[in-house]
């Protein structure tokens, strides 16, 4: 059975030590969403974290600002929510990321910034926040690895823990290509991807598999990683283990969708805490979809008041951290 896998040798579940602090370690980008009125904070490493701190984990954002406005309301924004800060590099040189949202034909084009602080993330200093901060669990990405300086600093922090990894694939073109997708599935035991992600990883890779379970097995096994999990919008998700096992989570029910913006870093943030919290992958998948369809139902990637979070910290039996 995949409960049984969960909690194998290969995988969290087993890894994580009995007496667990929580902490997760979030290796990447912080963007800021220039609209042409307004900034909106984000970037999948920061929305998982302040996720996982509305639950009552210990987020350690591991990235790089400049010294400018955007840092202020970064520092400001994770204070004001108790978030652990220890991880924020400044850098004097290059500006804190910013993605300029421009308006084209009634919709939206975003233009992801190159030689952002993000890419310049320090090796040393990032190997001294994990070794002062001990994660229980690793969570990285793509984007971040689209220079060389932020590589070496995640290889740093890689080699500084001995803990499982979890890889959220990020296809922003045209930051990736085949060796930065070999390199990342290599250093990690749990993959996280959405369906078109999945075959988009599939036609880069030419792995050859049919259907999509075929191909998740495929990278499965020539990265010895330990679950692949795929999300599917609103048709669901799904999670694949190294012995094969399937969990499906079917489609529910439509709800009323505002936007999906960062419906997937709240699934992956919900998928996180139910390792910390041992719960069956069933809860997991469920309980992720659940949250990840009420994000839908807001403006933006992160919620605007603390509120949001009460209903499901009660249902899940959490307190707050």
Known sequence: MLESSLQSAQHPHSLMPDKRTGTVALFGEVLADVFPDRRVLGGAPFNVARHLQAFGLHPVLITRTGNDVLRDDLIATMTGLGMDTLGV?????????????????????????????????????????????QPELVYFGTLAQRHLISRRALGSLLRSVAVPRMLD????????????????LAQADILKLNSEELAQIVRLLRLGARDEVQQAAVLLAQFHLSNVLVTCGKEGAWLLDDEGNIIS??????????????????????????????WSPEQILLRADRFARA????????????????????????NKG
């Open 295 to 318: 994000l839908c139902g807001i403006r933006g990637a992160i919620p605007p008041s603390d509120a949001f979070y009460a209903p499901f910290r009660k249902a899940w039996g959490l």
């Open 89 to 133: 590099q400044s850098d004097p040189v290059h500006p804190t990321g910013q993605v300029q949202v421009h308006m084209e034909n009634g919709g939206h084009r975003f233009e992801i910034l190159s030689e952002q602080a993000y890419d310049y993330i320090h090796a040393s200093v990032t190997h001294m926040v994990a070794l002062a901060v």
């Open 249 to 278: 989570l079917p489609a529910g029910e439509d709800i009323p969708v505002k936007d999906t913006v960062g419906a997937g870093d709240g699934f992956t943030s919900v998928f996180i805490l139910g390792l910390f919290k041992n």
């Open 169 to 184: 694939i990020n296809l922003r073109a045209p930051w990736y290509d085949v060796t930065t997708l070999k390199r990342s």
